[in-house]
């Protein structure tokens, strides 16, 4: 076995009564997909499950922990359906069409979900797995007991996890219990932890997010095939979540036969803006590998080059924002020995850093291939119905898909620049103003436009300025088009944190910022370098593709500094620029990206705050067909129109964002 010491601990959750979870041998989901897996990673030397280092073991969810999502009526249905469901041809007919009438009203029964014996028992046993692992990487006493912090496992797979459809009442798309919610929920009840669900799977995670669709201390991201298309028909961009929770569900629809590039440009521009601003405490990803091109029952059409690009970025994030602490659970995927195995391996290969074999181990392919070859006969009529012509590139021997396995998809430009739309509209609707900058826009600029950009805003001969404000708490300096060396020389003031909830995640996000050449930074600090305040302008974000002269601001004083006057002196002096009567500036007042927290005011008086604050330098409120401000009465769009401004672009600009169509009176 692999020496594992030298790593972070990393343990693979497994319980043998999960292999129970079998709907047949005509089901697309088959439980030969655990086997093969499990027995790749032993060929390979990556995992046994006798090793005490490598294996957590696990446990049922308890009945209590079971009603944390689901009802009593619908647990006690699952207890005796799967009781019945050994007898059920037996049974005389009236008692078997009563029978069946009651799976109908718990959602099985419809093909997708049949009832199977020991149902409550195997489904318990994958929730309490999940549990279980999201409970020993956050150190909760239902993760297991360990002599020392140190033994305690920082990230933990669990690929018969990942049952992400299951309703509080109802099983759905294969989903009785929803593992992935349960172990939320118990994370919620127990801690204070914040949790990042991340969701690879290509149909949406409704379930997950119905969940949690009110909550702010759970972040649930889809990126999904478009339910135009595809099971289970939910999962716009607009589904931003109810009441409290409002932006805290994201949904990614992408288009079908999206291909890899596509998909890895979406993920890397999306993911890590999210993750920053949430700041969450332990990360929980499904990484269902029906995204697959050889999937049956999708469309996605990726490869292995995009699947091991989403596991490699999520332990990046884990360990750049929540210490590491990552739950990994398998998700879809409904080619069980083409792809599922090899999927997966990569999956617990970037966990335990440990790297994969170029060459599937020959004696595993020749243990598997007749089942796949069994398989191939059932499985074209599935094809057929999805309307994918069927692939016939024969069973792999590497680890690592082959370029020429996968013919070229048609309309691909179209696709991309469709993806592209999607992502900048999550972009402006789910990323917070002040982390947009920090990360370059889908768009491609040339590399001379920041510069460019930069002397625009500045005026050639203008260098940065300094100013000193006198405030009752002591004087202020004022700077603006702050460098990465200046910022880097600052320290955050510990209630800098409206954006990221952290200070010194804050100052990482201001450090960005100072580095793009097409941003401009401004902060208030004082004498002994603490940053109490900043100003924003950035290029407007891919929503505004084409609209050059188009600059958003955003704003953030300390919460211990406010009400001294920061905010709009700041503002001013930022502002207060030599080119900005040829420029459009806007700003996007979110209720829930702003930090009011101690200010004692409700919403709406913070946002006639915000109104007064932006309208002492020119700007105006705006109707808006905007989707954040439509949707939430908080809301505000502020615009200032320069007064040498190109009439063109200003035409183009409101034609974007009013709700009428006409042209307002300047």
Same mark, same amino acid.
């Given at each position: 076995?692999?020496?594992?010491?030298?790593?972070?601990?990393?343990?693979?959750?497994?319980?043998?009564?999960?292999?129970?979870?079998?709907?047949?041998?005509?089901?697309?989901?088959?439980?030969?997909?655990?086997?093969?897996?499990?027995?790749?990673?032993?060929?390979?030397?990556?995992?046994?499950?006798?090793?005490?280092?490598?294996?957590?073991?696990?446990?049922?969810?308890?009945?209590?922990?079971?009603?944390?999502?689901?009802?009593?009526?619908?647990?006690?249905?699952?207890?005796?359906?799967?009781?019945?469901?050994?007898?059920?041809?037996?049974?005389?007919?009236?008692?078997?069409?009563?029978?069946?009438?009651?799976?109908?009203?718990?959602?099985?029964?419809?093909?997708?979900?049949?009832?199977?014996?020991?149902?409550?028992?195997?489904?318990?046993?994958?929730?309490?797995?999940?549990?279980?692992?999201?409970?020993?990487?956050?150190?909760?006493?239902?993760?297991?007991?360990?002599?020392?912090?140190?033994?305690?496992?920082?990230?933990?797979?669990?690929?018969?996890?990942?049952?992400?459809?299951?309703?509080?009442?109802?099983?759905?798309?294969?989903?009785?219990?929803?593992?992935?919610?349960?172990?939320?929920?118990?994370?919620?009840?127990?801690?204070?932890?914040?949790?990042?669900?991340?969701?690879?799977?290509?149909?949406?995670?409704?379930?997950?997010?119905?969940?949690?669709?009110?909550?702010?201390?759970?972040?649930?991201?889809?990126?999904?095939?478009?339910?135009?298309?595809?099971?289970?028909?939910?999962?716009?961009?607009?589904?931003?979540?109810?009441?409290?929770?409002?932006?805290?569900?994201?949904?990614?629809?992408?288009?079908?036969?999206?291909?890899?590039?596509?998909?890895?440009?979406?993920?890397?521009?999306?993911?890590?803006?999210?993750?920053?601003?949430?700041?969450?405490?332990?990360?929980?990803?499904?990484?269902?590998?029906?995204?697959?091109?050889?999937?049956?029952?999708?469309?996605?059409?990726?490869?292995?080059?995009?699947?091991?690009?989403?596991?490699?970025?999520?332990?990046?994030?884990?360990?750049?924002?929540?210490?590491?602490?990552?739950?990994?659970?398998?998700?879809?995927?409904?080619?069980?020995?083409?792809?599922?195995?090899?999927?997966?391996?990569?999956?617990?290969?970037?966990?335990?850093?440990?790297? @994969?074999?170029?060459?599937? $181990?020959? #004696?595993? =392919? !020749? %243990?598997?291939? /007749? &089942?796949?070859?069994?398989?191939?006969?059932?499985?074209?009529?599935?094809?057929?119905?999805?309307?994918?012509?069927?692939?016939?590139?024969?069973?792999?021997?590497?680890?690592?898909?082959?370029?020429?396995?996968?013919?070229?998809?048609?309309?691909?430009?179209?696709?991309?620049?469709?993806?592209?739309?999607?992502?900048?509209?999550?972009?402006?609707?789910?990323?917070?103003?002040?982390?947009?900058?920090?990360?370059?826009?889908?768009?491609?600029?040339?590399?001379?436009?920041?510069?460019?950009?930069?002397?625009?805003?500045?005026?050639?001969?203008?260098?940065?300025?300094?100013?000193?404000?006198?405030?009752?708490?002591?004087?202020?300096? @004022?700077?603006?088009?702050? $460098?990465? #060396?200046? =910022? !880097? %020389?600052?320290? /955050? &003031?510990?209630?800098?944190?409206?954006?990221?909830?952290?200070?010194?995640?804050?100052?990482?996000?201001?450090?960005?910022?100072?580095?793009?050449?097409?941003?401009?930074?401004?902060?208030?600090?004082?004498?002994?370098?603490?940053?109490?305040?900043?100003?924003?302008?950035?290029?407007?974000?891919?929503?505004?593709?084409?609209?050059?002269?188009?600059?958003?601001?955003?704003?953030?004083?300390?919460?211990?500094?406010?009400?001294?006057?920061?905010?709009?002196?700041?503002?001013?002096?930022?502002?207060?620029?030599?080119?900005?009567?040829?420029?459009?500036?806007?700003?996007?007042?979110?209720?829930?990206?702003?930090?009011?927290?101690?200010?004692?005011?409700?919403?709406?008086?913070?946002?006639?705050?915000?109104?007064?604050?932006?309208?002492?330098?020119?700007?105006?409120?705006?109707?808006?067909?905007?989707?954040?401000?439509?949707?939430?009465?908080?809301?505000?769009?502020?615009?200032?129109?320069?007064?040498?401004?190109?009439?063109?672009?200003?035409?183009?600009?409101?034609?974007?964002?009013?709700?009428?169509?006409?042209?307002?009176?300047?």
């Amino acid at each position: 076995m692999p020496d594992l010491t030298s790593h972070p601990r990393v343990c693979l959750a497994f319980d043998p009564l999960e292999l129970h979870y079998d709907f047949g041998a005509d089901h697309p989901l088959q439980a030969d997909r655990m086997r093969a897996l499990l027995d790749l990673l032993e060929t390979c030397q990556l995992w046994h499950q006798g090793d005490p280092l490598l294996h957590l073991p696990i446990r049922p969810a308890s009945l209590d922990e079971l009603r944390l999502i689901h009802t009593d009526d619908y647990l006690a249905a699952v207890q005796r359906l799967g009781a019945s469901a050994a007898r059920l041809p037996a049974l005389p007919l009236q008692q078997r069409q009563e029978l069946e009438q009651q799976a109908f009203r718990y959602g099985f029964g419809d093909g997708d979900t049949p009832i199977m014996p020991e149902m409550h028992e195997v489904s318990a046993m994958i929730a309490g797995g999940t549990l279980v692992a999201m409970s020993a990487v956050l150190g909760l006493p239902e993760g297991g007991q360990f002599a020392s912090p140190q033994e305690r496992p920082v990230h933990v797979f669990h690929p018969g996890g990942g049952l992400h459809h299951a309703w509080a009442s109802r099983a759905s798309g294969f989903c009785v219990y929803n593992d992935a919610a349960v172990a939320i929920a118990h994370v919620l009840r127990a801690s204070e932890a914040k949790v990042l669900y991340i969701d690879f799977d290509a149909h949406h995670g409704d379930g997950v997010q119905r969940a949690f669709y009110d909550e702010p201390r759970v972040l649930t991201v889809s990126l999904h095939e478009t339910g135009r298309y595809l099971f289970p028909g939910t999962g716009d961009v607009l589904e931003l979540g109810n009441g409290l929770g409002r932006g805290y569900s994201v949904n990614v629809p992408l288009e079908p036969f999206t291909q890899d590039d596509s998909y890895i440009e979406v993920i890397e521009n999306l993911l890590p803006p999210l993750a920053l601003s949430f700041a969450p405490d332990v990360i929980i990803s499904n990484h269902g590998c029906d995204t697959h091109a050889w999937d049956p029952l999708t469309h996605l059409a990726l490869t292995t080059r995009a699947l091991q690009a989403q596991v490699r970025l999520v332990h990046e994030l884990a360990h750049r924002y929540c210490g590491g602490r990552w739950v990994a659970v398998g998700g879809g995927g409904y080619d069980p020995y083409r792809v599922v195995p090899r999927a997966w391996a990569l999956v617990w290969a970037e966990m335990s850093g440990r790297p @994969l074999p170029a060459q599937l $181990p020959t #004696s595993w =392919v !020749e %243990r598997w291939h /007749p &089942s796949w070859e069994a398989m191939r006969e059932r499985e074209r009529e599935t094809w057929e119905v999805m309307g994918k012509p069927q692939q016939e590139s024969g069973f792999p021997t590497t680890f690592e898909d082959q370029p020429d396995h996968f013919p070229p998809v048609p309309r691909l430009q179209e696709i991309t620049r469709a993806n592209r739309h999607t992502a900048s509209l999550v972009r402006h609707l789910a990323v917070p103003p002040a982390v947009r900058p920090a990360f370059p826009p889908l768009r491609q600029r040339s590399p001379l436009t920041g510069l460019f950009d930069l002397l625009h805003l500045r005026g050639a001969d203008t260098p940065s300025r300094s100013q000193t404000l006198q405030t009752p708490r002591g004087p202020v300096l @004022l700077r603006d088009f702050c $460098p990465p #060396s200046l =910022v !880097e %020389r600052l320290r /955050p &003031s510990n209630g800098l944190c409206s954006f990221t909830r952290l200070p010194e995640r804050e100052h990482r996000l201001l450090l960005e910022i100072a580095r793009r050449a097409d941003c401009a930074l401004a902060l208030a600090h004082t004498s002994g370098g603490e940053i109490v305040g900043e100003v924003t302008l950035a290029p407007g974000d891919a929503w505004w593709e084409g609209l050059e002269q188009v600059y958003e601001v955003a704003i953030e004083v300390s919460r211990d500094w406010r009400g001294l006057g920061i905010a709009r002196n700041l503002l001013a002096f930022a502002l207060d620029l030599e080119a900005r009567e040829d420029l459009i500036f806007f700003a996007v007042g979110l209720s829930w990206h702003w930090d009011i927290e101690g200010t004692g005011l409700s919403i709406y008086r913070y946002r006639e705050m915000l109104i007064k604050l932006f309208g002492s330098q020119g700007f105006k409120e705006y109707p808006t067909n905007e989707p954040n401000i439509a949707m939430d009465p908080a809301n505000v769009l502020l615009v200032r129109v320069g007064s040498r401004a190109d009439q063109r672009i200003v035409s183009q600009f409101f034609s974007r964002v009013l709700s009428t169509p006409h042209l307002p009176r300047l």
